[in-house]
């Protein structure tokens, strides 16, 4: 009893759904794992104590369900936006792509479209697909930028229901100005996200797309706790955008889908947003510190406003992978041609990947 013998073909799966993959990023036990633009840094110890008595807390309470419109933590994450936002113009959700999953139920679906600037971030088709609607892929340039002309004409030809923004970009790292991203608005008629899972990592004196939310009904900036914050393990992501929009995301939501623990924690982290923010900078050091010295090496890092950076001029991507692998360090093969993709990690983690590189031989 319990011998499973079906294949995947033999179950009455979707049509639109055969041939599909999952997500998944290699996993390996190695000393040094650089391969998902993780925040490698602990929570510091007097916000985890925080966020520990919080928890427990919660846990008083965990025979009921939890609070259905998560109101403290929407005021939380409106605090930390600043900008005038208000608790009902924020959602949340089980990590960014939850997120994401909600705005494409409300607003993609069968029959419809979802866009975004390839190469983009990998989970925009898969979410577009799994929902039911169909992805379209626009185009870069050579050095992944984009400029307003050309991203409001692709937008004005392929007249999508979803747009999807990544700014900055992953896995490119490139940073979306914000005259790009009002020239895609104005020439389209669908919603447009814009996903700053990574703003955090950008320059401070840049500002962020939640400045123009006003007047913007249609415009949504979705964001991440798991990068800068450290808090990947704990699967929380949130967006701001017009109150209408909030209200479109409570018809597709499932019931109660923030636990009373998930919401606890996150908005202890948030009490304590600069200490958390604090280890940015350092982050950003080791970023540009793997830029320069894969150019020392003779690679083409790609301008980066984000935590990893992309690295041209591999001639055996897979090779080099391997290498690295073999040295215990893991990064990512992200499928772009001769290029590879590192996460920028602590002092000693970033360290270990240069001088494994190294081991390899310059380029130069």
């Known amino acids: 009893m319990g011998e499973v013998t079906a294949r995947l073909d033999d179950l009455p799966l979707r049509d639109d759904l055969r041939g599909m993959t999952p997500y998944g990023a290699p ?37 009921r369900y939890p609070d259905r419109e998560f109101l403290a933590l929407r005021e939380a994450f409106a605090e930390y936006l600043g900008e005038g936002i208000t608790a009902d113009q924020i959602w ?124 913007r009904e249609r415009l949504i900036v979705s964001r991440t706790m798991s990068k800068a914050f450290a808090f990947a393990g704990a699967r929380v992501g949130y967006l701001a955008a017009d109150p209408a929009v909030v209200d479109a995301l409570r018809l597709v939501r499932l019931p109660y889908h923030l636990s009373a623990l998930t919401q606890a924690a996150a908005t202890a982290a948030l009490r304590h947003a600069p200490v958390m923010l604090g280890m940015v900078d350092e982050i950003v050091a080791q970023r540009d510190r793997i830029s320069a010295t894969l150019e020392a090496l003779g690679y083409q890092p790609h301008p980066s406003w984000t935590n990893f950076v992309l690295f041209g001029g591999v001639d055996d991507p897979a090779a080099t992978f391997r290498a690295l692998f073999d040295r215990g360090i893991l990064i990512r093969d992200v499928g772009i041609a001769h290029h590879l993709r590192v996460t920028a990690g602590t002092e000693a983690e970033t360290t270990a990947f240069l001088d494994a590189l190294a081991s390899l031989g310059s380029k130069s």
């Open 27 to 63: 996993q390996a036990p190695l000393p040094v794992a650089l391969n998902v633009n993780e925040n490698t840094h602990p929570v510091p110890d007097e916000v985890a104590g925080d966020i520990l008595d919080s928890i427990a807390l919660a846990l008083r309470d965990v025979n």
């Open 92 to 215: 949340a959700a089980n990590g960014s792509n939850e997120v994401l999953q909600h705005v494409l139920q409300a607003f993609g679906g069968p029959g419809r479209t979802a866009f975004g600037f390839g190469p983009t971030y990998s989970m925009y088709p898969l979410l577009t697909r799994a929902t039911g609607a169909t992805w379209v892929a626009g185009t870069r340039d050579d050095d992944f930028t984009l400029t307003p002309e050309s991203a409001a004409a692709q937008v004005a030809e392929m007249d999508p229901d979803v747009i999807f923004l990544c700014a900055p970009n992953n896995p490119t790292g490139t940073p979306m100005p914000l005259d790009v991203i009002t020239a895609v608005y104005d020439a389209s008629r669908g919603m447009v996200v814009v996903d700053e899972a990574y703003e955090e990592f950008a320059p401070h004196d840049e500002p962020s797309a939640v400045t123009l939310l006003g007047g």
